[in-house]
T-cell receptor
Framework: QQQVKQSPQSLIVQKGGISIINCAYE??????FPWYQQFPGKGPALLIA?????SEKKEGRFTISFNKSAKQFSLHIMDSQPGDSATYFC??????????????FGQGTILTVHP | DVKVTQSSRYLVKRTGEKVFLECVQD?????MFWYRQDPGLGLRLIYF???????EKGDIPEGYSVSREKKERFSLILESASTNQTSMYLC????????????FGPGTRLTVT
């Protein structure tokens, strides 16, 4: 059972545009929501993360928006650049539980930013 | 610079062979994980370990086993490889108290023919 649903599967954006990736979760025990970025030939790397007690977190051009009541969160990439072309994964974890760090990942979004 | 290394980048094996994938981390992390990555399915957890000799099943453990004899090393074993195990395999590690921050290796592309 997929507990984190991510959309779209692929996204093409022009340079300077806004990229938006959406995720929805089911398990209300999740209490931390990271995003990972994966470049071709590399493993994923942590990009940005948010707790559900805040509605928005911004780091540079990357912003996470969180809607706890709707159980949805999204990644916005402002002023998208060709160097942002990568696969993005949302994830969720019950960080305060006994899951020993077990992340549940979304299906991934392949982002292509055209020059 | 933190590092997770995997023994092979590319591996080709025949159906029925026993396959070992090795992962080593140099960050003294308690947690280690094995995932497989398939297009459209994201990252799916096979097994994880939070301590030496401890292991827990993930979401798709069937057909796999693991071994963790030393803190820095976590091995994934395919007892009898099958074609449906052709995939990208990723190893990761994290601190016990920062499970959301996982450090990944570059992956092993395994092809079973």
């Amino acid at each position: 059972q997929q507990q984190v649903k991510q959309s779209p599967q692929s996204l093409i954006v022009q340079k300077g545009g806004i990229s938006i990736i959406n995720c929805a979760y089911e398990n209300t025990a999740f209490d931390y929501f990271p995003w990972y970025q994966q470049f071709p030939g590399k493993g994923p790397a942590l990009l940005i993360a948010i707790r559900p007690d805040v509605s928005e977190k911004k780091e540079g051009r990357f912003t996470i928006s969180f809607n706890k009541s709707a159980k949805q969160f999204s990644l916005h990439i402002m002023d998208s650049q060709p160097g942002d072309s990568a696969t993005y994964f949302c994830a969720a974890i019950n960080a305060g539980g006994t899951s020993y760090g077990k992340l549940t990942f979304g299906q991934g979004t392949i982002l292509t930013v055209h020059p | 610079d933190v590092k997770v290394t995997q023994s092979s980048r590319y591996l080709v094996k025949r159906t029925g062979e026993k396959v070992f994938l090795e992962c080593v981390q140099d960050m003294d992390h308690e947690n280690m994980f094995w995932y497989r990555q398939d297009p459209g399915l994201g990252l799916r957890l096979i097994y994880f370990s939070y301590d030496v000799k401890m292991k827990e099943k993930g979401d798709i453990p069937e057909g796999y086993s693991v071994s963790r004899e030393k803190k820095e090393r976590f091995s994934l074993i395919l007892e009898s490889a099958s074609t449906n195990q052709t995939s990208m395999y990723l190893c990761a590690s994290s601190r016990l108290d920062r499970g959301y921050e996982q450090y990944f290796g570059p992956g092993t592309r395994l092809t079973v023919t």
